[in-house]
């Protein structure tokens, strides 16, 4: 086609002329060629669908992609599948790359008495039951700042956070109190957390103990055991472009604010069947 094409634009031979020397029909070659046009047409249309999608979730995987753009593909006729998504993403080069973190917010080395894992074992079956609680940093020009993140355990929603200029307790516990204010939670809600000062400190288990919620934490060095936290705190920063570096700790706010609302209402989990962490939790509620 490329030769046909050369050769007409140049006027070096019609195509009538160039598809004889190739020993092919021109009904074989125009229809080739409105099999080529339609394709290019339903890619550039699937590449609008991606633009549009990332224009709210910067880096959503190509996995999530295909179900999001799904329905719109379908109303237009057009059927294509995750591999193709990928080869089309990766032919215009974009494909998401992750980044991974380099930063320690955990401090373990401290005098306050350390909780067992309670949730090691336990079956996961509705809201509220386990909390999951981690910090993150968050970059700025004058230097970091730092996220402290609650996240139901089964909904993967995110129920309390807070964003602070230091690794000091108030963060964790305005986090805490946000989520305890917002989420109906019965005697026995579990809060898990890694073994840091913050979720060890008196007060912040004195808070714990006064709504009646059960304190679990990692083993010493065993940071998969607070993984979905973690897990969070990479989407945050690898989906949503939390890993930039703000001018100052209000920019930080507001970006960290919608993140969050477009991770809650928005994004679709594997784990969730492909479900968001907001519809997931008001609709397993008690």
């Not at 230091?166 to 809060?191: D, F, M, P, V, Y």
């Not at 507001?254 to 969730?272: D, E, F, G, P, Q």
Request: hydrophobic fraction near 35%; aromatic fraction near 8%.
């Amino acid at each position: 086609m490329k030769a046909i094409q050369h050769n007409k634009t140049t006027g070096l031979a019609s195509t009538k002329a160039t598809c004889e020397l190739f020993g092919i029909h021109r009904d074989a070659h125009y229809k080739y060629l409105n099999r080529f046009n339609k394709k290019q047409a339903q890619h550039s249309l699937i590449i609008e669908f991606v633009k549009q999608e990332r224009s709210v979730q910067p880096r959503i995987g190509t996995r999530k992609l295909i179900k999001t753009i799904k329905d719109p593909l379908s109303k237009k006729g057009i059927k294509f599948g995750r591999d193709a998504l990928f080869n089309l993403l990766r032919e215009r080069k974009m494909l998401i790359r992750r980044k991974k973190p380099n930063h320690k917010t955990t401090d373990s080395f401290h005098r306050f008495y350390k909780y067992n894992n309670l949730i090691k074992d336990l079956e996961i079956i509705k809201p509220n039951q386990v909390w999951v609680s981690d910090i993150t940093y968050i970059r700025t020009v004058k230097g970091f700042c730092y996220l402290a993140l609650i996240t139901d355990l089964y909904s993967r929603k995110i129920i309390g956070y807070d964003i602070s200029d230091s690794l000091e307790l108030k963060g964790c516990l305005r986090a805490l109190q946000k989520a305890q204010r917002q989420s109906r939670i019965k005697s026995g809600t579990i809060h898990h957390s890694d073994r840091g000062i913050q979720y060890c400190s008196n007060l912040y288990v004195k808070a714990l103990k006064q709504k009646n919620m059960l304190i679990s934490m990692t083993e010493e060095n065993h940071c998969y055991e607070n993984a979905v936290a973690e897990r969070v705190n990479g989407i945050l920063k690898g989906e949503f472009y939390l890993d930039e570096c703000f001018t100052n700790l209000e920019h930080a706010k507001r970006a960290v604010k919608n993140a969050i609302k477009i991770y809650n209402n928005k994004r679709m989990h594997l784990s969730l069947n492909f479900n968001t962490p907001d519809m997931v939790h008001n609709l397993n509620l008690n």
